[in-house]
């Protein structure tokens, strides 16, 4: 686990919680509440203390209950917090097969307590967590001592693409999502049918 500076005796600075790991999109209401009298030395102590941000279990559950399927690879748990799949996009409105990814995500997960495991980029600049979903399941495609990835099933039945950055870590299962997108390409799956 990465060392994380302790915070100096001085102002708080945007570099500051940048060097503390702490995502952008909290940052301007951090620097606010320093303004506005919070003691961020002796917070941001306990926060390094236990691991950094992102080892708070509040923030970056392990498991959840999904509230609401937003979209194909967007879900919201019961906790408010949002969740996108990492390595992985699905239609948006309006694009073709949107509505069969989102029916197809409600279907398996949608009021299920579901597991989060997260890569090397656990956020993004929406403030949105990024994690592989894994749901219960018992006779669906992919399904592996009782559980699916939800990332990879997506991208096994057609209804979502691969998305790797390039400059970025490989992703943990970059090679199983690559592998199923290839399989459905092959079989002309939804949005790989000619």
Known sequence: MPKHPRPPKKSLSKSLLVSLGIPAVFIPGLILASLLGWNWQ????????????YQNLNLFPQQAVVAQVIDGDTLELKNGRTI???GVDAPNRGEPYFGQALEYTIALIEDQEVKLEYDAYQDDKFGRILAYVWAPCTTQKGCQNGQLMLNQTLVENGFAKVV???????????????????EAKKENL???QD
């Open 190 to 192: 939804n949005l790989w």
């Open 42 to 53: 002796k917070d941001l102590n306990k926060l390094v203390e236990r691991g950094g941000f």
């Open 164 to 182: 790797i950055y390039p400059k970025r870590k490989k992703l943990k299962y970059q090679e199983e999502l690559l592998s199923a997108e290839e």
């Open 84 to 86: 996108r799949l990492v």
